[in-house]
């Protein structure tokens, strides 16, 4: 499945939590699509982008492992437009950061609390190595000829 598909998907599913441990399984989810991505876009990205990909991808791995939700990003089969994935996964990195803030103030559960906040910090580091990448890619876009344009971001 493409990633932004799975992007999709995680927002909508992340939006749709109602319950504590729904919210950090969503954000589980979203480390280990990060951690996907950043595997992908080492592998088959552009040059550019391979140390933050590689950063990307020790930092989603951080996420650790729920016995109750498969991984989605096991489905992951490509980037068709790097820079169009990277947005949409740094929105839902900064939903991740917000529905875990809530839990977290909303807990009276100490084991929680921490685990919320590492996540956080997991999300916020991954959304910083995101934001890295795009500003790489705006980079590329400049230095490129006036010609060449059309070809944009391009597939991984």
Known sequence: MEAERLIATGRRALADSRVELDIVGEAWQAQMLAQAIGSHLV??????????????????????????????????????????????????????????VGVACATDEEGLYWQCIEAIDAADEAGDRVHGMLRRL???????????????????
Do not use: F, Q
């Open 43 to 100: 592998l088959h990205g552009p040059v550019e982008l391979k140390g933050e990909a590689r950063g990307l991808s020790e930092i989603g791995s951080r996420g650790g492992a729920s016995p109750h939700h498969p991984a989605r990003a096991l489905r992951l089969t490509g980037i068709s437009d790097v820079r169009r994935a990277l947005l949409g996964l740094g929105a839902l990195l900064g939903e991740v950061g917000i529905a875990l």
């Open 138 to 156: 705006a980079l590329r876009e400049r230095a490129r000829p006036p010609d060449a344009a059309g070809s944009s971001a391009g597939a991984a």
